[in-house]
């Protein structure tokens, strides 16, 4: 029987901003969601991150639930406005020791702290003062904040992730204007691309020049897109478009340079990198990571039924890739709408051990949202049990059958928190949060992936 390499990583994830609350303690400054949260009709029934799951307060209790589970591993994210409250000037330290608190707790039991530097948390002061990612100073006041980072932490944390989903940064942020900071352009998105890799690129080079020990990467994220039919045009369609997902942000780290589609289709709405910068960005990430929720079909002329128009349904920009998306209708569909397809994972983890030579790739989210009328019906999770179920047994054949390098797997996510601008509507959790008492409740899916684990664990040779 095939089974999973022994020193596979399990593991589970989450982002600051959506659980830990506690938004203007101890010196944090504001952050652009922060802020976003506050515009009226920005977050689904005028939900606010201020409490969130108050894991500020409550991350001891938090901890045993991650190490109960059983992962050895736990993905977060630092809040960059705790230790830099405008971004780029005084270090706060109350910041810095929450994350010594967490980080220590977590090597206590066992668990290994795999950190994000930046999961769209961005400071305000950024944001207002230099126009955020639209700025050259907040590509270069990121490289000293992730120094900072490194300093503090880096003699325990050995596992960096320097950006979390730029794509939703660029086209969410910049481009459709459903998360903060909520601008809407054609032009934008690229230009946020472009200095969230340069930013990147300087983050990597103060850690491999510094003395810190460990591996340095990037997570991004990536729908698979299957071709509709075996024409070239629509397989065509589908590899475009998964250049312009997944290679857009990613072959810059590994390649230094765009997918050569990219430049073909936008000309001069794509920033170029000098030689310099192309040089610094060319293999300045160790691991790719992947967050991966759904698939669809791809094809270059519209479906006859099913068909999602283009930038319908999958955030806009889609235009720029002059295609079809569409689905299946027997695909189960999650309540965020999105399609359950475990063989699109499985496709997605070849695409991208291909593309990119068997660099190491980490799944570093992975999961589903589940809307549910009270606790019993949310903590009875069926549908999650069966998603993990199904994407870790296609995870399994990616590994072990296709000779995927897959070095871990991290399940989003641990507790229901504040899912952006769906607010807490969305209930993405192994664990149920009630957003009133803050109690938390392990859900069937809870028990589901330790037994995933434990028999991954168990099998191993
Ligand atoms: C993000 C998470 C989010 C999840 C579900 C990913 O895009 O990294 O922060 O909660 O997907 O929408």
């Known amino acids: 029987m095939k089974v999973f390499p022994k020193d596979f990583t399990w593991g589970v994830a989450t982002s600051a901003h959506q659980i830990e609350g506690a938004h203007t303690a101890d010196g944090k400054g504001p952050s652009t969601w922060d802020a976003y949260c506050q515009i009226p009709g920005k977050i689904n029934n005028g939900d606010t991150s201020a409490i969130a799951c108050d894991h500020y307060n409550r991350y001891a209790e938090d901890i045993k639930l991650i190490s109960d589970l059983g992962v050895t591993a736990y993905r977060f994210s630092i809040c960059w406005s705790r230790i830099l409250p405008d971004g780029k000037g005084v270090i706060n330290q109350a910041g810095i020791d929450f994350y010594n608190r967490l980080i220590d707790g977590l090597i206590a039991k066992g668990v290994t702290p795999y950190v994000t530097l930046y999961h769209w948390d961005l400071p305000l002061a950024l944001q ?46 910049h481009g459709t204007g459903v998360f903060a900071p909520g601008r ?48 070239p045009e629509d397989i065509a369609a589908a590899q475009e478009s998964l250049e312009f997902f997944y290679g857009w942000l990613t072959d810059p780290v590994v390649f230094g340079h765009y997918p050569a589609i990219m430049r073909e289709r936008l000309g001069t709405r794509l920033p170029e990198f000098t030689a310099e910068e192309s040089e610094l960005l060319k293999g300045s990430a160790d691991f790719l990571g992947l967050n991966h929720y759904t698939t669809h079909y791809a094809s ?3 479906p006859a039924q099913n068909a999602v128009a283009p930038g319908d349904g999958n955030g806009g920009m889609s ?4 295609l079809y998306l569409s689905s299946d209708p027997a695909w189960p569909v999650t309540s965020m709408g999105w399609f359950v397809v475990p063989w699109g994972f499985r496709k997605m983890l070849n695409w991208i051990h291909q ?8 799944v570093t989210e992975n999961g589903t949202a589940i809307t549910a009328n009270g606790v019993d019906e949310a903590i009875d999770d069926q549908e999650r049990a069966y998603f993990v179920s199904e994407y870790t047994q296609a995870l399994k054949q990616a590994v072990t059958e296709d000779g995927v390098n897959v070095q871990g797997y991290f399940a989003w996510t641990l507790m229901d928190n504040f899912e952006w601008c769906q607010g807490y509507n969305m209930r993405f959790g192994l664990i149920y949060c009630d957003f009133d008492s803050l109690k938390r409740t392990p859900k069937t899916s809870y028990y589901a992936y330790q037994s995933i684990i434990n028999e991954s664990r168990n099998s191993t040779q």
């Not at 700025?135 to 320097?162: L, N, P």
């Not at 593309?355 to 980490?362: A, E, K, S, T, V």
Request: with cysteine.
């Open 184 to 231: 809407v352009s054609q032009t934008e998105p690229y230009l946020v691309g472009h200095n969230l890799l340069l930013a990147h690129a300087y983050a990597v080079k103060k850690f491999r020049t510094g003395s810190y020990q460990g591996v340095i990467g990037i997570a991004n994220n990536c729908d698979f897109r299957e071709p509709l039919s075996n024409s």
């Open 319 to 322: 235009e720029d890739q002059h």
């Open 128 to 173: 207002m003062e230099n126009d955020g990612w639209l700025s050259e100073t907040t590509v270069q006041a990121f490289a000293r904040y992730a120094e900072i980072c490194f300093q503090a932490f880096g003699d325990r944390v050995k596992h960096w992730m320097t950006f979390n989903e730029n794509w939703c940064t660029a086209v969410l942020g």
């Open 300 to 302: 270059r002329q519209a």
């Open 355 to 362: 593309r990119y030579n068997g660099l190491p790739i980490y």
